[in-house]
Protein backbone atom coordinates (compact mmCIF):
# COMPACT_ATOMS: atom_id res chain seq x y z
CA UNK A 1 0.00 0.00 0.00
CA UNK A 2 2.95 2.45 0.98
CA UNK A 3 4.36 1.43 -2.31
CA UNK A 4 1.17 2.52 -4.20
CA UNK A 5 0.98 5.81 -2.57
CA UNK A 6 4.33 6.98 -3.12
CA UNK A 7 4.07 5.82 -6.98
CA UNK A 8 1.28 7.70 -6.98
CA UNK A 9 2.97 10.69 -5.23
CA UNK A 10 6.29 10.73 -7.86
CA UNK A 11 3.51 10.76 -10.47
CA UNK A 12 1.71 13.77 -9.08
CA UNK A 13 5.51 15.18 -8.78
CA UNK A 14 6.67 14.31 -12.25
CA UNK A 15 3.31 16.10 -13.97
CA UNK A 16 4.12 19.03 -12.06
CA UNK A 17 7.34 19.22 -13.14
CA UNK A 18 5.77 18.94 -16.85
CA UNK A 19 3.68 21.48 -16.61
CA UNK A 20 5.55 23.81 -15.09
CA UNK A 21 7.97 23.07 -17.83
CA UNK A 22 5.58 23.76 -20.39
CA UNK A 23 4.30 26.61 -19.05
CA UNK A 24 7.78 28.25 -18.85
CA UNK A 25 8.07 27.38 -22.37
CA UNK A 26 4.85 29.29 -23.35
CA UNK A 27 6.13 32.13 -21.35
CA UNK A 28 9.92 32.03 -23.11
CA UNK A 29 8.06 31.76 -26.90
CA UNK A 30 5.81 34.91 -25.31
CA UNK A 31 8.43 36.91 -24.91
CA UNK A 32 10.87 35.76 -28.11
CA UNK A 33 7.26 36.96 -29.87
CA UNK A 34 7.09 40.57 -28.48
CA UNK A 35 11.12 40.87 -28.63
CA UNK A 36 10.26 40.42 -32.76
CA UNK A 37 7.49 42.78 -32.30
CA UNK A 38 9.50 45.86 -30.57
CA UNK A 39 11.79 45.51 -33.43
CA UNK A 40 8.70 47.02 -35.44
CA UNK A 41 7.37 49.00 -33.25
CA UNK A 42 10.75 51.99 -33.08
CA UNK A 43 8.18 54.07 -34.97
CA UNK A 44 8.35 57.37 -33.55
CA UNK A 45 4.32 58.09 -33.23
CA UNK A 46 4.03 54.26 -31.97
CA UNK A 47 6.34 55.52 -29.58
CA UNK A 48 4.37 58.99 -28.23
CA UNK A 49 1.17 56.89 -28.02
CA UNK A 50 2.57 54.04 -26.19
CA UNK A 51 2.49 56.35 -23.11
CA UNK A 52 -0.75 58.01 -24.11
CA UNK A 53 -3.26 56.62 -22.12
CA UNK A 54 -6.26 57.29 -23.94
CA UNK A 55 -4.83 56.14 -27.35
CA UNK A 56 -5.37 52.61 -27.83
CA UNK A 57 -5.12 52.35 -31.69
CA UNK A 58 -2.87 53.67 -34.13
CA UNK A 59 -3.31 53.65 -37.99
CA UNK A 60 -0.14 54.42 -39.97
CA UNK A 61 -0.28 55.37 -43.51
CA UNK A 62 3.16 55.41 -45.38
CA UNK A 63 2.95 56.87 -49.02
CA UNK A 64 5.25 54.19 -51.13
CA UNK A 65 4.79 55.32 -54.72
CA UNK A 66 2.26 56.64 -57.03
CA UNK A 67 -0.96 56.39 -55.17
CA UNK A 68 -0.37 54.08 -53.25
CA UNK A 69 0.00 53.47 -49.39
CA UNK A 70 1.27 51.05 -46.94
CA UNK A 71 -1.41 50.70 -43.84
CA UNK A 72 -0.92 49.09 -40.80
CA UNK A 73 -3.33 48.91 -37.84
CA UNK A 74 -1.57 48.77 -34.41
CA UNK A 75 -3.64 47.88 -31.43
CA UNK A 76 -2.25 48.24 -27.76
CA UNK A 77 -1.71 45.25 -25.74
CA UNK A 78 -1.97 45.92 -22.14
CA UNK A 79 -1.59 42.30 -20.50
CA UNK A 80 2.01 42.65 -19.52
CA UNK A 81 3.49 44.84 -17.05
CA UNK A 82 3.89 47.55 -19.65
CA UNK A 83 2.22 48.01 -22.50
CA UNK A 84 3.33 47.19 -26.20
CA UNK A 85 1.82 47.31 -29.49
CA UNK A 86 1.01 44.81 -31.72
CA UNK A 87 0.41 45.17 -35.54
CA UNK A 88 -3.22 43.87 -36.02
CA UNK A 89 -3.25 44.85 -39.92
CA UNK A 90 -1.24 45.22 -42.96
CA UNK A 91 -2.68 46.28 -46.29
CA UNK A 92 -2.38 48.22 -49.44
CA UNK A 93 -4.17 51.74 -49.86
CA UNK A 94 -4.88 54.37 -52.08
CA UNK A 95 -4.79 58.34 -51.94
CA UNK A 96 -5.30 61.25 -54.04
CA UNK A 97 -4.62 61.43 -57.77
CA UNK A 98 -2.06 64.23 -57.48
CA UNK A 99 -0.23 62.23 -54.29
CA UNK A 100 0.62 63.73 -50.57
CA UNK A 101 0.58 67.39 -48.66
CA UNK A 102 -3.10 68.54 -49.10
CA UNK A 103 -3.48 72.62 -48.70
CA UNK A 104 -6.59 73.64 -50.30
CA UNK A 105 -9.92 72.50 -51.39
CA UNK A 106 -10.06 70.16 -55.23
CA UNK A 107 -5.80 70.17 -54.73
CA UNK A 108 -6.96 66.34 -55.50
CA UNK A 109 -4.29 65.74 -52.79
CA UNK A 110 -3.68 63.83 -49.37
CA UNK A 111 -3.41 65.65 -45.96
CA UNK A 112 -0.07 64.82 -43.91
CA UNK A 113 -0.54 65.10 -40.21
CA UNK A 114 -1.40 63.38 -37.21
CA UNK A 115 -5.45 63.18 -37.72
CA UNK A 116 -8.05 62.22 -34.83
CA UNK A 117 -11.41 60.44 -35.79
CA UNK A 118 -14.63 62.64 -35.90
CA UNK A 119 -17.50 59.61 -37.06
CA UNK A 120 -17.91 56.64 -38.72
CA UNK A 121 -20.30 56.38 -41.70
CA UNK A 122 -21.64 54.30 -43.72
CA UNK A 123 -24.85 53.65 -46.69
CA UNK A 124 -24.11 50.02 -45.82
CA UNK A 125 -25.59 49.77 -42.20
CA UNK A 126 -22.93 49.57 -39.19
CA UNK A 127 -20.86 46.70 -39.63
CA UNK A 128 -20.04 46.09 -35.79
CA UNK A 129 -18.18 49.62 -34.57
CA UNK A 130 -18.59 51.30 -31.37
CA UNK A 131 -17.56 54.32 -33.08
CA UNK A 132 -20.94 57.05 -33.71
CA UNK A 133 -22.11 56.02 -36.93
CA UNK A 134 -24.14 58.21 -39.59
CA UNK A 135 -26.40 56.45 -41.53
CA UNK A 136 -26.25 57.29 -45.25
CA UNK A 137 -29.45 58.39 -46.48
CA UNK A 138 -30.48 61.05 -49.17
CA UNK A 139 -30.36 63.85 -46.43
CA UNK A 140 -26.94 63.35 -45.84
CA UNK A 141 -23.91 65.83 -47.32
CA UNK A 142 -20.64 66.80 -46.40
CA UNK A 143 -21.34 70.35 -46.32
CA UNK A 144 -18.51 72.43 -48.66
CA UNK A 145 -21.12 76.07 -48.21
CA UNK A 146 -20.17 78.73 -45.50
CA UNK A 147 -22.92 77.49 -43.12
CA UNK A 148 -21.38 74.03 -41.97
CA UNK A 149 -18.58 73.66 -44.20
CA UNK A 150 -16.47 70.60 -43.61
CA UNK A 151 -19.39 68.85 -41.31
CA UNK A 152 -21.18 66.02 -41.95
CA UNK A 153 -24.69 67.09 -42.16
CA UNK A 154 -28.66 66.14 -42.46
CA UNK A 155 -30.25 69.09 -44.83
CA UNK A 156 -33.35 68.26 -42.79
CA UNK A 157 -31.75 69.89 -39.79
CA UNK A 158 -29.00 72.28 -42.06
CA UNK A 159 -31.66 73.31 -44.23
CA UNK A 160 -30.08 74.98 -47.24
CA UNK A 161 -29.45 73.83 -51.02
CA UNK A 162 -25.56 71.85 -49.82
CA UNK A 163 -23.24 71.81 -52.63
CA UNK A 164 -21.22 69.58 -50.95
CA UNK A 165 -20.74 66.02 -51.27
CA UNK A 166 -23.88 64.15 -51.52
CA UNK A 167 -22.73 60.56 -49.71
CA UNK A 168 -25.34 58.51 -50.65
CA UNK A 169 -23.57 58.66 -54.55
CA UNK A 170 -20.50 57.54 -54.03
CA UNK A 171 -21.34 53.71 -54.20
CA UNK A 172 -19.30 51.74 -53.01
CA UNK A 173 -16.75 54.13 -51.80
CA UNK A 174 -19.05 55.29 -49.11
CA UNK A 175 -20.26 51.88 -48.56
CA UNK A 176 -18.23 52.23 -44.86
CA UNK A 177 -16.06 55.26 -43.73
CA UNK A 178 -14.72 57.41 -41.52
CA UNK A 179 -14.38 60.86 -40.97
CA UNK A 180 -10.94 62.08 -40.29
CA UNK A 181 -10.37 65.62 -38.50
CA UNK A 182 -8.26 67.60 -41.39
CA UNK A 183 -9.38 71.18 -41.65
CA UNK A 184 -11.45 70.80 -37.64
CA UNK A 185 -11.35 74.09 -37.73
CA UNK A 186 -13.24 74.11 -40.88
CA UNK A 187 -11.72 77.01 -42.31
CA UNK A 188 -13.00 77.38 -46.17
CA UNK A 189 -11.57 76.66 -48.96
CA UNK A 190 -8.75 74.59 -46.95
CA UNK A 191 -10.62 71.08 -48.10
CA UNK A 192 -13.47 69.22 -46.78
CA UNK A 193 -15.08 65.37 -46.78
CA UNK A 194 -11.43 64.30 -45.79
CA UNK A 195 -12.35 60.55 -44.82
CA UNK A 196 -11.16 56.69 -44.93
CA UNK A 197 -13.12 55.05 -46.97
CA UNK A 198 -13.52 51.79 -49.58
CA UNK A 199 -11.72 51.49 -52.69
CA UNK A 200 -13.91 52.35 -55.97
CA UNK A 201 -12.87 51.23 -59.40
CA UNK A 202 -9.88 53.56 -59.88
CA UNK A 203 -6.50 53.17 -57.61
CA UNK A 204 -7.20 56.53 -56.19
CA UNK A 205 -8.93 59.22 -54.71
CA UNK A 206 -9.70 62.95 -54.78
CA UNK A 207 -8.20 63.13 -51.58
CA UNK A 208 -8.75 60.46 -49.38
CA UNK A 209 -7.18 57.54 -48.16
CA UNK A 210 -9.06 54.18 -49.42
CA UNK A 211 -8.70 50.76 -49.10
CA UNK A 212 -10.99 47.48 -49.82
CA UNK A 213 -14.24 47.43 -48.29
CA UNK A 214 -13.41 44.38 -46.02
CA UNK A 215 -10.50 46.32 -44.71
CA UNK A 216 -12.15 49.31 -44.29
CA UNK A 217 -15.30 47.04 -42.22
CA UNK A 218 -12.15 45.66 -40.22
CA UNK A 219 -10.93 49.06 -39.39
CA UNK A 220 -14.11 50.26 -38.36
CA UNK A 221 -14.39 47.63 -35.92
CA UNK A 222 -11.51 47.16 -34.63
CA UNK A 223 -11.00 51.10 -33.40
CA UNK A 224 -12.65 53.65 -31.22
CA UNK A 225 -13.66 57.12 -31.66
CA UNK A 226 -9.83 58.19 -29.48
CA UNK A 227 -7.70 56.27 -32.33
CA UNK A 228 -4.75 58.06 -34.10
CA UNK A 229 -4.23 58.46 -37.78
CA UNK A 230 -0.90 59.18 -39.08
CA UNK A 231 -0.58 59.89 -42.60
CA UNK A 232 2.92 60.20 -43.50
CA UNK A 233 4.97 61.18 -47.63
CA UNK A 234 7.66 60.49 -49.20
CA UNK A 235 10.00 61.92 -52.36
CA UNK A 236 8.13 59.05 -54.18
CA UNK A 237 7.01 60.41 -57.78
CA UNK A 238 3.75 60.35 -58.93
CA UNK A 239 1.97 58.85 -61.79
CA UNK A 240 0.52 55.46 -62.33
ZN1 LIG B 1 -23.94 72.63 -47.67
Known amino acids: MKTIKLALATVIVMSLVIAAHTVATAAHSAATTTAQQSQDTTDPSLQHYLNVDSVNQVIIVQHTD ?3 VDVQLWIKDRSGNTPAWDIDLSCRGYIGE ?3 GKTRQGDEKTPIGDFGI ?3 FGIKPN ?4 LPYVDVNEYIYCCADPVAYNRIIDVRKVKHRCRGEHLINYNPQYNYGFFFDYNKECKRGK ?6 HCVGKYPF ?3 CVAVTEENM ?3 L ?3 DINARLIIRGSDAPMGH
Not at 127 to 130: A, C, D, F, K, Q
Open 221 to 223: CAI
Open 98 to 100: KGM
Open 217 to 219: AAL
Open 191 to 196: GAALFF
Open 118 to 120: ITA
Open 205 to 207: TGG
Open 127 to 130: PGTT
Open 66 to 68: STY
